[in-house]
């Protein structure tokens, strides 16, 4: 049996329901979430909503970031993932292989550290990826700064 935390969740719908069941399914550590939206959703509350992200390509709610997902790639970003440090951040990266999504694995920032927030914001451009940590201080308090990967 696979531990809670390897588990694949789906959720149908992005709205404002779906997505606080999604970040509360996040934040308990269950980091395999994909939802499914229609292409034009009509959420009320968009702010607060992962659905934002079809509009968007990534949409940030408290921390989780949700991006949009089309070819075989596909990069979620977190702000609030704090293994480096509390809200340090990381991303993970996924690659479909025909049959299943395989996780690439976790990536934080070189000079992670508490606050910086690396993966708050993200954009994925066929093969570049560009990070943003929004809280990182190393330039000045809050600063923030962005890493762009080949």
């Known amino acids: 049996m696979k531990p809670l935390n390897n588990i694949t969740i ?41 659905c934002e992200a079809i509009h968007e390509k990534s949409h940030t709610v408290e921390g989780v970031t949700a991006v949009a997902v089309s070819g075989n790639s596909i990069v979620l970003g977190s702000g609030a993932d704090s293994d480096q440090g509390s ?21 934080y920032a070189d000079d992670a550290g508490a606050g910086a927030k690396f993966g708050g914001s993200i954009a994925l451009f066929g093969d570049q990826l560009l990070v943003g940590a929004p809280g990182d201080g190393e330039a000045a308090n809050n600063a923030g700064a962005a890493y762009l990967f080949r």
């Open 10 to 50: 789906a959720i149908k719908g992005a709205g404002e329901m779906a997505s606080a069941i999604a970040w509360r399914l996040y934040m308990a550590n269950l980091r395999h979430i994909f939802m499914m939206e229609v292409s034009h959703p009509l959420a009320v509350r968009r702010r607060v909503s992962f």
């Open 87 to 107: 809200n340090a951040g990381a991303i993970n990266s996924y690659t479909w292989n025909g049959s299943n999504w395989v996780d690439n694995g976790k990536v």
